[in-house]
């Protein structure tokens, strides 16, 4: 994930649906565990998806929507 390149996944689509796991998913949104698990607790992760009965991860591009949702307009809050 250090070195994702969002251009080179758009021309290859099928990367954006790549299911990361949770510590993956916390690593690509550079948030601490601590942090991660608090929003999760709130409700504001990005959605899971199920893949086996023990199994949840995140897909690339459901993180990609959450983020682009997170963005301000660089004004001061």
Known sequence: MDNFDLDAALKNPEVL?????????????NLSDRTWD????????????QLSDNRIGYRLIDIIKWLDARRRDGRAA
């Open 17 to 29: 649906v790549r299911v990361l796991s949770k510590p993956e998913a916390r690593r690509a949104t």
């Open 38 to 49: 608090r929003m999760e607790a709130r409700g504001e992760t990005p959605p899971k998806t």
